[in-house]
């Protein structure tokens, strides 16, 4: 089996749409979710339309969350990371609503296990950025493929028989995707890992579209790095007078010299 992973979609159905037509194409049987349908982007409800009809399993987020009403409403107001999915709840029906409050926090494989964030305490919105955090989280399971999101950047965390933990192919995820390309490892039988596959729909430090996929057969785990369109993602967030994201705006000052 074939499974795709992603994570972060962000209200951004162009970058979702274009991460599912190659997932297909690869022949995934399997579509999962690791939450984080709103929040950010420009589009929420067409986003969560586009989950509804084509993922098998879909997370919570902490946007999601936060949107769904789930989070304390006073650090919500505060958090201007929140404000989308404030204005998100006006967008979506209740029934939409509904459905993102029952989505759940941990999912299990018979090959792996998933969650948005961090394994130890999945509803306070962790993340797993450095060796303590991915050290915590594969002593609070035994798990041998542990895959997230949160953090809007890919990385493989290795835990060696030995216990030595560690950044794998740390430098091939640093640099946008000029074209769609693919990062590739087996796992070693005498090793754990954790997997964040990076943000389908908002990307900060990574500046592509990423997803995993993972062949349970191969025992191979692939990380597909997707050019992201930033053209197409300026055009909708203006053309509903929302804010670009810091991480945009730092970018085309930089392009600007």
Request: hydrophobic share 40%.
């Amino acid at each position: 089996m074939k499974y795709a992973i992603m994570s972060d979609a962000h209200a951004n159905p162009l970058a979702l749409e274009t991460a599912l037509a190659d997932a297909r194409a690869a022949r995934c049987g399997k579509f999962i979710l690791l939450g984080d349908v709103t929040g950010y982007g420009y589009d929420p409800k067409r986003t969560l339309d586009i989950v509804r009809r084509n993922f098998d399993v879909v997370l919570m987020g902490n946007h999601d969350s936060a949107c769904a009403g789930l989070e304390p409403e006073l650090e919500v107001t505060a958090n201007g990371n929140y404000d989308l999915d404030r204005m998100a709840r006006g967008l979506l029906s209740e029934e939409d609503l509904a459905w993102l409050r029952g989505r759940g926090y941990l999912h299990e494989e018979a090959d792996f296990v998933c969650a948005h964030g961090d394994f130890t305490q999945p509803k306070m919105w962790n993340y797993i950025l450095y060796g303590e955090a991915a050290e915590r989280n594969f002593l609070s399971r035994d798990d041998g493929l542990m895959f997230c999101g949160h953090t809007h950047h890919v990385a493989i965390w290795e835990r060696k028989e030995k216990g030595e933990c560690s950044l794998k192919l740390g430098s091939r995820f640093r640099l946008p995707a000029g074209k769609a390309e693919s990062v590739s490892f087996k796992l070693n039988p005498k090793s754990r890992y954790i997997v964040n596959v990076g943000s389908v729909g908002y990307p900060r430090n990574d500046l592509c579209c990423a997803y995993g996929i993972f062949d349970s057969s191969a025992r191979r785990v692939t990380i597909r790095r997707l050019p992201f369109d930033f053209k197409s993602y300026i055009t909708e967030m203006l053309a509903r007078k929302l804010d670009l994201p810091d991480w945009l705006c730092r970018l085309l000052m930089a392009a600007q010299g």
